[in-house]
């Protein structure tokens, strides 16, 4: 290819938005007008695992890994193929570690809720990248820059996650109610990126102590995080920064979506 392909972070929030028309789901359609990749490759903040490993199969299962919801979202599938070729070259840009080619996992809800509405035929193959929990996030952001040449390569790069996900403190009251902390949080980062201060995304915990409280109340756990650096790890300074959507629902979950390039 004489071009590349942009890199994407997608807020993904709850997979019900498999199902919904709104001004989220739009919004991930239009990242990809124009775009038909030979693959994706999905880091999804549902995979966490220790050690890296990598979807290798040819049929890539739909997991429905969650509880309480309505019937028909377990029912659902996302038949896309998976990229055996595109594993193997995941292996070898990330060596020398140790990357195990994974034929268990399939795709998470983190993954095709929303690929059903990026390639809603489902034609489009498709592999994840797990998260090893065990490292820091300088680790991750590093791997994400292994990951770049995949964009000479017809690769569409895709991380799935939240820049602010606390659901101990989800408010359901339908009051359109933000937390201070969250809306703290989520425009720092968001700040951070449009001016391409990425260690500033990366050393996120850092700041003053409302800035501290703040990232310790909208990331308690690092798994909707990481997926971000992933992606700001692919990108480079040639890059045009959209953030496409920037919203927080029930007042602890951002839905942020951006796309470099």
């Not at 820059?145 to 602010?164: C, F, M, T, W, Y």
């Not at 990126?193 to 102590?209: L, M, T």
Request: aromatic residues 10%; charged residues 15%; glycine residues 8%.
């Amino acid at each position: 290819m004489t071009t590349r392909l942009p890199v994407m972070f997608i807020g993904h929030g709850s997979p019900l938005t498999a199902f919904e028309d709104n001004q989220f789901t739009r919004g991930w359609t239009a990242l990809v007008k124009d775009i038909k990749p030979r693959a994706v490759l999905c880091i999804s903040a549902h995979w966490c695992t220790h050690g890296t490993g990598v979807t290798a199969m040819t049929a890539p299962r739909t997991i429905h890994d969650f509880g309480g919801f309505p019937d028909a979202l377990y029912q659902f599938q996302y038949p896309a193929p998976g990229d055996p070729q595109l594993a193997q070259q995941v292996v070898e840009l990330l060596s020398p570690l140790n990357v195990v080619p994974d034929h268990q996992w399939g795709l998470d809800h983190g993954c095709w809720a929303v690929m059903k509405h990026l390639f809603p035929m489902a034609d489009v193959p498709v592999v994840q990248l797990s998260i090893d929990m065990n490292h820091n996030s300088q680790w991750h952001y590093n791997l994400g820059k292994q990951l770049a040449p995949l964009r000479h390569e017809d690769i569409l790069i895709i991380g799935s996650g939240n820049v602010v996900h606390n659901l101990g403190q989800l408010d359901f009251s339908d009051s359109g109610k933000i937390f201070p902390w969250a809306k703290l949080f989520n425009d720092h980062i968001r700040r951070a990126i449009e001016s391409r201060n990425y260690q500033q995304v990366i050393d996120y915990q850092q700041g003053d102590e409302a800035l501290r409280q703040a990232a310790l109340l909208s990331v308690p756990t690092a798994d909707h995080y990481f997926p971000l650096l992933y992606v700001l790890g692919a990108s480079d300074g040639n890059d045009v920064i959209n953030v496409v959507l920037d919203d927080i629902v029930l007042g602890s979950i951002a839905m942020m979506s951006v796309k470099l390039g």
